[in-house]
């Protein structure tokens, strides 16, 4: 009906604001910190980029989304609390931004171990990097919906299919943001580049 189709709406509304406030903020810092970070290629350097962009990740993109979604989500459940559901979003987004940084950062690691002064390994292809962006969004999209799911069995019937929603939404989301990131100018850093990385964030 309507109503229904006027809270999908607003709810997508939201999570793209969300989205593009906090994850296009996450990926414009990382992009103007990245210079400074890799011109040491030591280990230090490298558990500070995963350190950095967990904390961002938790910080900026699971409170803004949380607060965009608990903000229409509270309208519909007016029991739940908008605190709960930030912490909640805030907490997956963590340990997702975590696991999702962590194969990189062992690659890295071990590129380390092996030859410092060694040129980084090259990228792979681009059906490689799509098929592990779908991986990568069917994995971390039930962990960014888990504790949210916690919060949720308290005031819904079957709240389990929350998983599979983020599960396949993340899949989707994922890769259109890699694919999309291809066509981000990284050779500027300027307002540009910042405006196609929230651009990028919104889908």
């Not at 995963?50 to 938790?58: D, P, R, S």
């Not at 380390?112 to 792979?124: F, G, M």
């Not at 779908?134 to 308290?154: D, H, M, S, Y």
Request: charged share 10%; glycine share 8%.
């Amino acid at each position: 009906n309507m109503s229904e189709n006027k809270f999908y709406l607003r709810w997508i509304l939201a999570n793209s604001v969300g989205e593009a406030i906090g994850l296009g903020t996450t990926f414009s810092l990382g992009m103007l910190f990245a210079p400074f970070l890799t011109q040491d290629h030591h280990i230090s350097v490298t558990l500070a980029e995963l350190l950095i962009a967990v904390l961002l990740g938790t910080l900026l993109e699971g409170v803004v989304v949380g607060f965009c979604q608990g903000r229409i989500l509270c309208e519909r459940l007016p029991q739940l609390r908008l605190q709960e559901w930030i912490v909640a979003t805030a907490l997956g987004a963590g340990v997702a931004w975590f696991l999702g940084m962590l194969p990189s950062t062992i690659i890295s690691l071990l590129t380390i171990e092996q030859s410092p002064n060694s040129s980084p390994p090259a990228e792979p292809g681009a059906i490689v990097q799509y098929s592990l962006a779908i991986v990568l969004g069917l994995i971390t999209g039930p962990i960014l919906g888990f504790a949210q799911t916690l919060i949720l069995r308290k005031y819904v019937d079957r709240a389990g299919r929350w998983l599979w929603a983020n599960a396949i939404a993340w899949a989707v989301g994922m890769l259109l943001i890699f694919m999309g990131m291809d066509f981000v100018p990284w050779e500027r850093r300027d307002l540009i580049t910042v405006v196609s990385l929230v651009l990028v964030s919104t889908i």
